[in-house]
Each structure stands twice: as structure tokens, then as C-alpha cells.
């Protein structure tokens, strides 16, 4: 029984610990590359649409800098967001409107993984 207890009460902390993760906002700061769209739904069509848009859009570059993320679209244009930091989340905001909602899973040095719940896009520090 108390075993049993003990496993239930260390669950709980591992999952309070996990649900207040925030990250250092000095390790998002940077470039980072776009390595790999990888879909979360795993049906043929999903799979089809993540292949087209991996080979579109992998080696685009997004850069964080002083609370703004720069993601080029075009050869001159670029559009700047301002980011916002809470816990695991990353928002992309456009005023007080947020145009993107990530969950951050991995961000380290060298990698930053970010979900959704369509997708998981992973990018490299350039």
C-alpha cells in the first residue's frame, strides 16, 4: 500500500515539474535553421502535404532577436513578430494578436524542436 502510494505521489511531482518547464529565453536568441517538418497526424495525405512542404520550406531560417522574430518569406521581404516566452510556449504575436502558438519540447545550444498539434518542426542554430 504504501509503495503503491509513493509511486502516485512521485507521478504527480514528475508531472507538476514537467507542466512548469520554462525555458532560458537567451538560448532562443539567435538563427536557426529549419531541418524537418514531421506531421502528427499519420494519415497518406498528411504525409503527402509534409513531403511538399519539407522540400519547400527546409533550410528556411527564422531569427530571434530582442523579443522579435524575423522569418524571411520572399528574397527581400520579412516578417517581423514579436515573441513571447511563457513556460514550454512560444507565441508569435502580432500586437496583442497571436498569429503562432508553439509548445517547445527540446531547446538547447544546437536544437529547437517546437509542436503543434499538426505538426513538429525542428530547426538547428545556424
Known sequence: MCAKRCTVVALSALLLLS???SYNPALLEGQ??????????????????TSLASAF???S??????????????GSDTVRLDY???R??????????IVARF???TLTERLLRLETDDVVLAFIRN
Do not use: K, N, Y
Open 103 to 105: 509548445r517547445i519540447t
Open 61 to 74: 531560417t527564422i531569427e530571434f532577436r530582442h523579443g522579435q522574430a524575423f522569418i524571411p518569406i520572399t
Open 84 to 86: 513571447r516566452l511563457q
Open 19 to 21: 507542466a512548469c518547464m
Open 88 to 97: 514550454d510556449s512560444l507565441q508569435l504575436r502580432s500586437g496583442e494578436v
Open 32 to 49: 536557426w535553421r529549419l531541418d524537418e517538418i514531421t506531421p502528427t497526424d499519420t494519415s497518406a495525405v498528411a504525409g503527402i502535404v
Open 57 to 59: 520550406a527546409r533550410g
